[in-house]
């Protein structure tokens, strides 16, 4: 069994001294592949480092909406060039973030739309962000749409299977994290029951949002295999059947080879 943690931020303070051993550890869970995702253009720069340090690693490079208040002259041009990187996979995270209220909305939506055209120039999928913001995430993504198929994917998804459903029509895939396991969650599970199984995707979003058994606890790559344990039951299928639906989809979307 093999299977691909889409989306980690291994370049996270409570990595730094034991980045070998959280590697190890996804490892001997069957964990082949980590998407790390900067979220600045320092945490984009720390990703490309760690992705040339390790041949399991993969960048994601950009500047989280949480943070596009914090944008310094040349700093989104240091993400185009980034952006270029061989071992640069993917671009974001991006999106809108109306729960935290550092970052004026206007200015999360100018740095969505400059992702989104990143990623059709570069040819690399967007990862979106959302928390709070659906209805204003889904104007941008269908005024993007306008300009051809989407390519890119909806992480730690938690919207109704209505957006799931016009996310993929566009063309995007729908990555779930640990949040699915929690107990009184029917409601996210049955919103992944909705979800083709070649639009399917793991990650663990670590160090946040540990799945049930860690609930509380730090997260790390290694614990993507609890939700994808997850996401078998409920599509009705083995854990080594979702496995390599989700690491086939993953390979795909990211070019990981």
Not at 36 to 59: D, F, K, M, R, Y
Not at 86 to 92: E, L, N, T, Y
Not at 156 to 179: K, P, V
Request: aromatic share 6%; charged share 25%; hydrophobic share 40%.
């Amino acid at each position: 069994m093999q299977l691909i943690d889409t989306h980690c931020h291994l370049d996270s303070e409570t990595f730094q001294r034991e980045i070998d051993d959280v590697i190890r550890r996804a490892n001997d869970a069957g964990i082949v592949k980590m998407v790390t995702i900067g979220t600045t253009v320092e945490s984009s720069q720390a990703a490309i480092v760690l992705s040339n340090q390790h041949a399991a690693i993969s960048a994601v490079v950009g500047i989280h909406p949480n943070y596009t208040h914090e944008v310094k002259p040349g700093d989104w041009e240091k993400i185009l060039d980034l952006a270029q990187h061989p071992r640069v996979v993917g671009i974001g995270e991006t999106g809108l973030d109306k729960y935290w209220d550092d970052s004026p909305l206007e200015v999360q939506r100018d740095y969505f739309r400059r992702h989104l055209q990143l990623s059709r120039n570069a040819g690399k999928p967007f990862v979106v962000h959302c928390r709070e913001a659906e209805p204003e995430v889904m104007e941008i993504l269908r005024e993007d749409f306008e300009n051809g198929p989407l390519n890119g994917l909806m992480h730690a998804f938690c919207g109704d299977a209505e957006m799931a459903a016009e996310c993929i029509e566009m063309g995007m895939s729908i990555s779930f994290a640990g949040m699915v396991t929690f107990r009184k969650n029917d409601a996210m599970r049955e919103v992944a029951r909705t979800i083709p199984l070649d639009r399917l995707l793991v990650e663990t979003d670590s160090p946040y949002l540990a799945p049930q058994a860690f609930r509380g606890k730090r997260n790390e790559p290694a614990y993507v295999k609890f939700t994808a344990e997850c996401l078998a039951e409920v599509h009705g299928l083995s854990l080594e059947e979702l496995a390599a639906r989700t690491t086939a989809n993953a390979m795909q979307i990211f070019g990981l080879a």
